[in-house]
């Protein structure tokens, strides 16, 4: 069994920061790629960015340069730093994972539960 556990999130003021983070764990036998999704209120949920196995990282246009997707391979951890952040990033942000569990032949996506990131002064 595989979880994705989130952590980080919360309220912050416009032009703040958050890293959250998303350790994945259980029975794993390869990542492919972690990325992060988001879901602002009344939304679809979108593609924030992604870190393939082996780099290099990509963002979605509008997010470059505010925010980092960052991995640690030694403990299956994938960050999301963000700055000069605004209320239009207030959303829950997802964690997902595209990885081979141990025992299977097939690559499968698997999320987190989501944690709540809130911009407002």
């Known amino acids: 069994q595989v979880q994705l556990v989130e952590s980080g999130g919360g309220l912050v003021q416009p032009g703040g920061s958050l890293r959250l983070s998303c350790a994945a764990s259980?029975?794993?036998?390869?990542?492919?790629?972690m990325s992060w999704y988001r879901q602002p209120p009344g939304k679809l949920r979108e593609l924030v960015a992604t870190?393939?196995?082996?780099?290099?990282?990509h963002y979605v246009d509008s997010l470059k340069g505010r925010f980092a997707i960052s991995r640690e391979y030694t403990n299956n951890t994938v960050y999301l730093s963000m700055n000069s952040l605004k209320p239009e990033d207030t959303a829950v942000y997802y964690c997902?994972?595209?990885?081979?569990?141990?025992?299977?032949?097939?690559?499968?996506?698997?999320w987190g539960q989501g944690t709540q990131v809130t911009v407002s002064s």
């Open positions: 259980g029975s794993i036998g390869s990542i492919a790629a």
């Open positions: 997902n994972a595209y990885l081979l569990p141990s025992g299977s032949y097939r690559f499968s996506d698997f």
């Open positions: 870190f393939p196995d082996g780099g290099p990282p």
